[in-house]
């Protein structure tokens, strides 16, 4: 399917993690709590922003309402290459439409659309090639900076593993890794602190907060 839904599975996935992230959370009072600290103390979420494909919808929809945030669809999380279908014999990539505002909407009355979603479908044009990811990557990146740089936000963004990889190859300039890959399971969680100096990076891929029965 060009743009498929989650599972059961995935729900009871994506319950795991909002519950994890909504757990309330003090800092520790001891001096000697160690650089680490921030693995496990004080989320505070400020802001939710999720893909347009109904899998990154529902898991984000679960965690904001969890969150008694507002969820906002952005543009530019899709995972790479768009919605597409690709013909079995000839390789072919075909165009299929995203989701149009009315019908996402009617799954998700609580998402806040960009005005450039429209009865057309939030996607409508040809597969995304590998540097046209990268150049989206580079936008969302200067976006994010714009539009949070230099705040006490903490901004969450629900993906898709191929783009996830996309990202961090592209704004920590790794774009030349080859056959690297850096690896995303459903729901975990990576930690970007950003700060004028630079970016640390706290942790990737993080999944300990789910049972082994859905890793």
Not at 37 to 58: D, P
Request: charged share 20%; glycine share 8%.
């Amino acid at each position: 399917h060009p743009d498929p839904d989650i599972t059961e599975k995935g729900i009871r996935q994506a319950l795991y993690l909002a519950s994890f992230l909504k757990a309330p959370r003090t800092l520790p009072t001891d001096a000697n709590r160690g650089a680490d600290w921030h693995n496990r103390y004080g989320f505070g979420i400020t802001h939710i922003y999720c893909s347009l494909m109904k899998r990154a919808v529902r898991t984000a929809a679960v965690v904001a309402q969890a969150l008694s945030l507002p969820l906002y669809g952005h543009l530019d999380l899709h995972e790479n290459g768009g919605v597409y279908w690709q013909d079995p014999e000839t390789g072919d990539y075909v165009l299929q439409a995203g989701l149009s505002r009315s019908a996402l909407l009617a799954l998700y009355p609580e998402l806040i659309l960009p005005a450039e979603v429209t009865e057309q479908g939030w996607w409508n044009r040809p597969f995304e090639t590998e540097d046209q990811s990268h150049i989206r990557a580079k936008r969302l990146w200067q976006w994010l900076l714009e539009h949070h740089g230099s705040t006490e936000d903490r901004v969450v963004f629900f993906s898709h593993a191929g783009f996830y990889h996309t990202f961090l190859t592209t704004i920590l300039g790794l774009e030349g890794l080859g056959n690297a890959w850096f690896s995303l399971s459903n729901c975990a969680i990576t930690r970007l602190d950003i700060a004028p100096d630079g970016v640390w990076i706290a942790y990737t891929n993080r999944v300990d907060f789910l049972p082994d029965s859905l890793l």
